[in-house]
């Protein structure tokens, strides 16, 4: 069974641009979840999917920052415009609803200059 | 807002001897998680406790869960070289969307 996948693995941009984030569930798994780690710093919870639809988003920093899943499956983290203080790993990480178990995809690592 | 804090920050020790990291929510949490990132690699989820004052083990690990729910801890005994990377905790709280999760333990074996 494939895990969970993100893409870019790496992305460096500089301050005013936009970058998406993609990460692909485990086949299967309803609940959807981003997190972003600083450096040094807690996985902080920036918001989780049910299927297509938000359950909570309390986590997301501000309006620059747009997540989608559009028919339950892939979802997309978009940051326009991209700030310095927006850089950090974004992981995804999906389950099963009634399952505890997470699992986490391998991040994506952005860089704002 | 609820916060879980997670000490020490980092951990050097020589192989074989014992290391523990400690977790500290300032609410009630519902279960806590515990998770393992290896350089380089993303957080891989090892254990969770629900009830009060509960213990789990696996192999030299041993997890603990506070009378009060509101702490844990874990314990790994005679450590290995393999025991090289970053320990997590995750705390659920009423909200059960969301995960707290502390700032993590690098822990460093020295062989």
């Known amino acids: 069974e494939a895990g969970v996948t993100q893409f870019p693995s790496h992305s460096v941009i500089e301050k005013g641009q936009t970058v998406t984030l993609r990460c692909d569930p485990i086949?299967?798994?309803?609940?959807l979840y981003w997190y972003r780690r600083v450096m040094g710093k807690e996985i902080k919870f920036l918001l989780h999917f049910v299927k297509e639809s938000k359950q909570d988003e309390s986590g997301m920093p501000n309006n620059r920052f747009l997540a989608e899943r559009t028919g339950g499956t892939y979802s997309t983290l978009k940051v326009q415009p991209a700030e310095l203080e927006d850089s950090g790993v974004y992981f995804c990480a999906s389950k099963t609803s009634g399952a505890d178990t997470q699992y986490f995809g391998p991040g994506t690592r952005l860089t704002v200059l | 807002g609820q916060q879980v804090m997670q000490i020490p920050q980092y951990q050097h020790v020589q192989e074989g001897e014992d290391f523990t990291t400690y977790c500290n929510s300032s609410?009630?949490?519902?279960?806590i998680q515990w998770y393992k990132q290896r350089p380089g690699g993303h957080p891989v989820f090892l254990i969770q406790l629900v009830k009060s004052g509960e213990v789990k083990k696996q192999k030299r690990l041993t997890f603990q869960f506070g009378e009060a729910k509101k702490n844990s801890s874990l314990h790994i005994t005679a450590t290995q070289t393999t025991d090289v990377g970053t320990y997590f905790c995750a705390g659920r709280g009423h909200n059960f969307n969301k995960f707290y999760f502390g700032s993590g333990t690098k822990l460093n074996v020295k062989p």
């Open positions: 609410t009630t949490l519902s279960n």
């Open positions: 086949s299967g798994h309803d609940n």
